[in-house]
């Protein structure tokens, strides 16, 4: 089962920027949409935005909108959210997983979870 390995994370201050990466060794993950998720302490797993397959297509939350941008290098099998102008409720553990997203479809994320990469954001 595919497990996919996150990277990146860190303490940053309010309004720094982190660039993340995820990768998934042995998977073909240039097949595949991927999705990134969070989760802070206490609340629900919510998505922040996905690339199709050939990243030709991003959707982000709304909360992140105009503060992201996803891209991928399938040559490197790697996909990196770069984020700025990040907030304390930015602050959560971050995941990548597959996820069908194109311009008629943004699915559900499919595959294990990986462990995540923390990020946290002061004030």
């Known amino acids: 089962q595919v497990q996919f390995a996150e990277s990146g994370g860190g303490a940053v201050q309010t309004g720094e920027s982190l660039s993340l990466s995820c990768a998934a060794p042995?998977?073909?993950?240039?097949?595949?949409?991927i999705g990134w998720f969070r989760q802070a302490p206490g609340k629900r797993r919510e998505g922040v935005g996905c690339i199709s397959t050939s990243g030709d297509f991003t959707h982000y939350a709304d909360y992140m909108r105009g503060r992201t941008t996803i891209s991928r290098d399938n040559a490197k099998k790697t996909v990196y959210p770069q984020m700025n102008s990040l907030k304390p409720e930015d602050t959560a553990v971050y995941y990548c997983a597959a996820q069908e997203c194109d311009r008629t479809y943004v699915g559900r994320p499919f595959g294990s979870w990986g462990q995540g990469t923390q990020v946290t954001v002061s004030s």
């Open positions: 042995g998977f073909a993950l240039e097949d595949y949409g």
